[in-house]
T-cell receptor
Framework: NAGVTQTPKFQVLKTGQSMTLQCAQDMNHEYMSWYRQDPGMGLRLIHYSVGAGITDQGEVPNGYNVSRSTTEDFPLRLLSAAPSQTSVYFC??????????FGPGTRLTVL | AQRVTQPEKLLSVFKGAPVELKCNYSYSGSPELFWYVQYSRQRLQLLLRHISRESIKGFTADLNKGETSFHLKKPFAQEEDSAMYYCALKAFRPENSNSGYALNFGKGTSLLVTP
């Protein structure tokens, strides 16, 4: 099992560009979520999904879109990147009330 | 409102000394708490889950509902314990559903163990 994988590991964008951060898990977990990690802020929930076709907003959803067409994949889209979105992004998955497993993270810089 | 507070940004101890990382929470229901550890530039790993009552890598944590605390303790710190530690509180998502949950994280404490 690869667990939770994320691509790319690093990305530099210019303000206004769009991109998609990929997240995949091979554990057949229903629940997936995206967090952003900022210095002195801990991790904050962006969006989550309780299963294929079902997504909802977390604590800091503005500027981000998600979709969940399959159980395995949960991409995060930045439609028009802003410097405030410079952060490290973590994807996580879990099965029901089981422990959450985190991906290795994507380090994003928006210039 | 649900909240997790880790009052120390940085904690520095000598190797072999006891260490306690503080975590306080506010939650109206019956809380479920976790400790996650993140070694330098790596992914977050689950260290402890209070319902499991385990001891992982020598760390323990006891939920104290009276003091609304879930402090992480280790009697003898090792250099390899140097990492960022996050306390987190389970938050059902969607609310009033048990289909899944998110984690409300504290801001983290950076533990540095020096020789």
């Amino acid at each position: 099992n690869a667990g939770v994988t994320q691509t790319p590991k690093f990305q530099v964008l210019k303000t206004g560009q769009s991109m998609t951060l990929q997240c995949a898990q091979d554990m057949n977990h229903e629940y997936m979520s995206w967090y952003r990690q900022d210095p002195g802020m801990g991790l904050r929930l962006i969006h989550y999904s309780v299963g294929a076709g079902i997504t909802d907003q977390g604590e800091v959803p503005n500027g981000y879109n998600v979709s969940r067409s399959t159980t395995e994949d949960f991409p995060l889209r930045l439609l028009s990147a802003a410097p405030s979105q410079t952060s490290v992004y973590f994807c996580a998955s879990s099965s029901g009330q089981g422990p959450q497993f985190f991906g290795p993270g994507t380090r994003l810089t928006v210039l | 409102a649900q909240r997790v507070t880790q009052p120390e940004k940085l904690l520095s101890v000598f190797k072999g000394a006891p260490v306690e990382l503080k975590c306080n929470y506010s939650y109206s229901g019956s809380p479920e708490l976790f400790w996650y550890v993140q070694y330098s530039r790596q992914r977050l790993q689950l260290l402890l889950r209070h319902i499991s009552r385990e001891s992982i890598k020598g760390f323990t944590a006891d939920l104290n509902k009276g003091e609304t605390s879930f402090h992480l303790k280790k009697p003898f710190a090792q250099e390899e314990d140097s990492a960022m530690y996050y306390c987190a509180l389970k938050a059902f998502r969607p609310e009033n559903s048990n289909s899944g949950y998110a984690l409300n994280f504290g801001k983290g404490t950076s533990l540095l163990v020096t020789p």
